[in-house]
């Protein structure tokens, strides 16, 4: 069985996490620039003497597709390089994937990847 990872990172950290799954043998990921929010609900800034609610914040994601048993690690090599210990440090998600097949040489299961 395969796993897709889906990690909402802050973007400053993108290239720690980056580095540090290279170092564990994980090179292949698909990156997306996002937006979004969670409980924090935003941001409220002061500029100039004006309030500024910023709703939706950019953040980062970072897609994996992994074997199973590549999972833990690739998941604690992104907790390690994402972690700031404040509000917004993101969320992994983990879920299954049925198939994976390569387009170029329709080599599916395991060897695509």
């Given at each position: ?19 540090m799954l290279a170092?564990?043998g994980c090179n ?86």
């Amino acid at each position: 069985m395969f796993k897709r990872i889906v990690a909402i990172i802050r973007p400053e950290k993108l290239d720690i996490v980056k580095d540090m799954l290279a170092e564990i043998g994980c090179n292949g990921l698909t990156v997306y620039d996002v937006k979004g929010r969670g409980d924090q609900l935003g941001l409220t800034e002061k500029y100039r003497g004006n309030t500024f609610h910023i709703d939706l914040i950019n953040k980062t994601q970072i897609e994996i597709v992994t074997t199973a048993d590549n999972v833990d690690k690739i998941v604690e090599t992104i907790k390690d390089g994402a972690y700031t210990g404040h509000i917004g440090d993101g969320k992994i998600f983990i879920s299954d994937v049925e198939k994976v097949i390569r387009i170029r040489t329709g080599e599916s299961g395991e060897d695509a990847i």
